[in-house]
């Protein structure tokens, strides 16, 4: 542990569970989130400060954590004059943890260099069951040097982290994980109705298949509850098409064809529009119905 204080911006199911695991870790945290009675929670349950704008907690730290929901949510915290931006130190480093658009992340890493700071893009992959037990997985884009002073304190709630280069790697790693969570969950989807079909035993399938190279964290955690029809948990659907909408748009940027990826976008848009939007994504199956 070093003597490196931080701000995290953003308390949602994500971000509340990571500034926790910072203030545990002996980081003394900073916190603000839109909803200063989350905040305030947080504290009281948690110690550390509240901030009443992200510039007053970027003020008071060496490393800013962000965590929100999309590109324009982050940009509603970082510019402004009660943004992050006013308050970042020179030198300070500005961690951005939301999934965004890679044009986002050099965005960012600009405006951060212009006050003297750094930006890293960390995007995560583990959901609130990893947020909450300290094993995400970041992908960051950035600097070795500022990477090597943040890596310390993510480790307060990440078991894998690595720089995959230049700011914008970390966010274009980030959609790759995505869109192999697509396939795979289409997949699970074609597959589970063929073991129905054929009246297998599906938690039979799962311990039969999951050591095999059919094994995934997919299908060790959601074949079972797809089967009982059960999706009022996890990864919403709703998130998942912002994150694939990136995915598609970098990808045209690259003039790339995705169609594996454009077709489960396709039905993520058709269970949003019976209304399925908040299902875990593992709903992908309802559309083959």
């Given amino acids: 542990m070093s003597n490196k204080t931080a701000a995290f911006i953003g308390l949602g199911v994500m971000g509340y569970p990571m500034a926790a695991h910072l203030q545990s870790g002996g980081y003394q945290t900073t916190v603000y989130n839109r909803s200063s009675e989350k905040a305030q929670q947080w504290q009281q349950q948690h110690g550390?400060?509240?901030?009443?704008?992200?510039?007053?907690?970027?003020?008071?730290?060496?490393?800013?954590?962000?965590?929100?929901?999309?590109?324009?949510?982050?940009?509603?915290?970082?510019?402004?004059?009660?943004?992050?931006?006013?308050?970042?130190?020179?030198?300070?480093?500005?961690?951005?943890?939301?999934?965004?658009?890679?044009?986002?992340?050099?965005?960012?890493?600009?405006?951060?260099?212009?006050?003297?700071?750094?930006?890293?893009?960390?995007?995560?992959?583990?959901?609130?069951?990893?947020?909450?037990?300290?094993?995400?997985?970041?992908?960051?884009?950035?600097?070795?040097?500022?990477?090597?002073?943040?890596?310390?304190?993510?480790?307060?709630?990440a078991q894998q982290i690595q720089l995959l280069g230049e700011n914008g790697q970390g966010q274009r790693c980030k959609m790759v994980n995505q869109i192999c969570i697509a396939g795979v969950l289409q997949g699970l989807s074609e597959a589970l109705k063929l073991a129905q079909s054929a009246n297998l035993s599906i938690p039979q399938v799962v311990d039969t298949l999951k050591h095999g190279a059919a094994g995934s964290w997919q299908m060790e955690n959601r074949l079972v509850t797809m089967d009982q029809d059960s999706f009022d948990f996890g990864f919403a659907v709703d998130w998942m098409r912002k994150d694939l909408g990136i995915c598609l748009e970098e990808a045209a940027r690259h003039q790339l064809q995705l169609p594996l990826t454009q077709d489960v976008d396709n039905r993520y848009q058709q269970l949003q529009q019976q209304g399925m939007g908040r299902m875990d994504t593992s709903s992908l199956v309802k559309s083959l119905n």
């Avoid at 954590?65 to 480093?93: H, M, P, T, W």
């Avoid at 044009?103 to 992959?125: N, R």
């Avoid at 094993?135 to 002073?149: P, R």
């Fill in 48 to 157: 550390g400060k509240q901030a009443a704008t992200p510039a007053e907690a970027a003020a008071a730290a060496d490393i800013v954590f962000v965590c929100v929901g999309n590109d324009q949510d982050v940009r509603s915290v970082v510019y402004g004059d009660q943004g992050i931006l006013a308050g970042l130190k020179e030198g300070g480093i500005l961690v951005d943890h939301t999934t965004t658009s890679a044009t986002l992340a050099l965005e960012l890493a600009a405006a951060c260099a212009e006050k003297g700071a750094q930006f890293i893009d960390a995007p995560v992959s583990g959901g609130q069951a990893g947020a909450e037990n300290g094993k995400l997985t970041v992908m960051c884009g950035g600097q070795q040097s500022s990477f090597a002073t943040a890596m310390p304190l993510m480790q307060s709630y």
